[in-house]
């Protein structure tokens, strides 16, 4: 079992940034691919950005490319999510995930709880 715990969501204005965190217990960070998904209010959980184990390869949404960074310190047990110039529409639910198809945007072995971002105009 892996427990997921995410953190550095609020409320940002529009072109800001912000670093999410997802610490890790339970087992070593790197027997997983790891990723981040977001679900806004009445809309589906869809998929935002994925490392494989050791970070040396990435996949990302078409609507976070060149705004946002995925990222892993195995030796922390920590992945993150770097997001610049925010805007409105990505206000959210993100939540880290862990294992089972992240890499290929797909359903994860595990969930955080997640964390909220909410980007103003």
């Known amino acids: 079992q892996v427990q997921l715990v995410e953190s550095g969501g609020g409320l940002v204005q529009a072109g800001g940034s912000l670093r999410l965190s997802c610490a890790a217990s339970?087992?070593?960070?790197?027997?997983?691919?790891m990723g981040w998904f977001r679900q806004a209010p009445g809309k589906e959980r869809e998929f935002v950005a994925a490392?494989?184990?050791?970070?040396?390869?990435?996949r990302y949404a078409d609507s976070v490319k060149g705004r946002f960074t995925i990222s892993r310190d195995n030796a922390n047990n920590t992945v993150y999510l770097q997001m610049n110039s925010l805007k409105q529409e990505d206000t959210a639910v993100y939540y880290c995930?862990?294992?089972?198809?992240?890499?290929?945007?797909?359903?994860?072995?595990?969930w955080g709880q997640g964390t909220q971002v909410t980007v103003s105009s």
């Open positions: 995930a862990a294992g089972g198809y992240v890499l290929t945007a797909g359903p994860p072995d595990y």
């Open positions: 339970g087992r070593p960070l790197t027997r997983y691919n």
């Open positions: 490392l494989n184990w050791n970070g040396a390869s990435t």
